[in-house]
Nanobody, 124 residues
């Protein structure tokens, strides 16, 4: 079973930046939509951004203009560049993949390959 591995989290001050990476062990990574999700304490898992196999991108409103999702298929890796971070961005960030090609991207239950997540903490 393919699993994605997240990295790049950490502690940063408000206004700072982090770049998260999501690496797949599968050989068909390029054919999947990849989503970045986050879960803050006491809150539900939410989709933050997604990128289709063709490169189309999707962002939720709170991160538009601050976060950028990208992918490097030869490296089997997707990235989430997070700029102008806010304390409310504090959460565990996960990536996962889906073969569904609907757009806007599907919700979390249609994704597979969930990793352990990476903690992002933004101090005020």
């Amino acid at each position: 079973q393919v699993q994605l591995v997240e990295s790049g989290g950490g502690l940063v001050q408000a206004g700072g930046s982090l770049r998260l990476a999501c690496t797949s062990s599968g050989r068909t990574f390029s054919t999947y939509t990849v989503g970045w999700f986050r879960q803050a304490p006491g809150r539900e898992l939410e989709l933050v951004a997604a990128i289709s196999s063709g490169g189309s991108t999707y962002y939720v409103d709170p991160v538009k203009g601050r976060f950028t999702i990208s992918r490097d298929n030869p490296k089997n890796t997707a990235y989430l560049q997070m700029n102008s971070l806010k304390p409310e961005d504090t959460a565990i960030y996960y990536c996962a993949q889906t073969y569904y090609s609907t757009w806007p991207p599907p919700s979390a239950h249609d994704y597979t390959g969930w990793g352990q997540g990476t903690q992002v903490t933004v101090s005020s």
